[in-house]
């Protein structure tokens, strides 16, 4: 987490377990119940996936909270079952068991995103409109769309209302759109989605983009008080480097993960105990 002239810009990867860091980023022979702990000794936040599929098990989110520092935030997304098999409707039960699992990490609780897919156009706009009343005010709430049909001055205005936050947002099927609807500014960079079958290296290179998107995170650091930023490894290849590359194009502090690492000899005597 850094503090930039007027808000806290937060950078973290789209996930952390994915196998192929072991070696990369994680410590040579980690197990995945290492993962975590380790990650959030070089990242302040990371977005959690898994929520997507399935509201997950008390003591797994209890698992969460005790595995990482105070400072560490998650953000999560919000079940599909909600957002894409019933389009925000007759939802109220699910959304409350979600949100109540969600609260047991407290402080370390960051934004919901509520991601919509591609088939979810203005079309449904009366479910929107149904659904946010819904959202409680103790949680923030990102909304990403995945339709053009979306971007409109009338519906930023309807985010505002409800302190929603505009996903921005760089994949390969929509041109981003830089919008701002609450007190803080949420970036995904998602890439082209399975592009690399191994997720272990940089394998396109986006310094460009990623120069552009500096500036634009500078800009709204400007006017927010707070800036998530979530790369997925489709991205470039390989998260942990494309979030290392933004860092120094912002300027900000980085963590070399490899120094984290134990030492070899270390290793080969907690495999012989």
């Not at 990650?39 to 008390?58: G, L, W």
Request: proline letters at 7%; glycine letters at 4%.
């Amino acid at each position: 987490m850094v503090e930039a002239k007027t808000g806290t810009i937060l950078l973290g990867a789209q996930g952390f377990s994915p196998q192929d860091w072991v070696g990369t980023f994680y410590p040579p022979q980690s197990s995945p119940s290492q993962f975590l702990p380790f990650y959030a000794r070089v990242y302040d936040t990371v977005e959690v996936n898994s929520t997507f599929y399935a509201i997950p098990a008390a003591s797994t989110v209890r698992s969460w909270l005790h595995r990482t520092p105070p400072n560490f935030l998650f953000a999560c997304k919000m079940p599909q079952e909600i957002t894409h098999d019933h389009r925000l409707l007759a939802i109220e039960e699910r959304l409350a068991d979600f949100l109540d699992r969600m609260r047991i990490l407290g402080d370390k609780l960051g934004p919901v995103a509520i991601q919509f897919p591609r088939s979810f156009t203005r079309r449904y706009e009366d479910n929107l409109r149904s659904f946010l009343p819904l959202l409680p005010k103790d949680i923030r709430f990102v909304a990403e769309f995945r339709s053009e049909s979306w971007n409109d001055a009338e519906v930023f205005d309807l985010l505002g209302e409800f302190d929603v936050a505009w996903c921005i947002n760089d994949w390969q099927d929509l041109p981003p759109v830089v919008e701002t609807t609450t007190d803080f500014a949420y970036l995904r960079l998602v890439g082209f989605h399975r592009e690399f079958q191994a997720l272990d290296r940089v394998q396109r290179d986006r310094s460009d983009e990623l120069t552009s998107w500096a500036s634009t995170i500078r800009h709204l650091a400007s006017r927010l008080p707070r800036i998530y930023v979530y790369v997925n490894n489709h991205y470039e290849g390989h998260a942990p480097a494309t979030i290392n590359r933004l860092a120094n194009l912002l300027d900000l502090p980085t963590v070399d993960p490899k120094s984290l690492w134990p030492d070899q000899a270390t290793i080969f005597e907690d495999q012989v105990e």
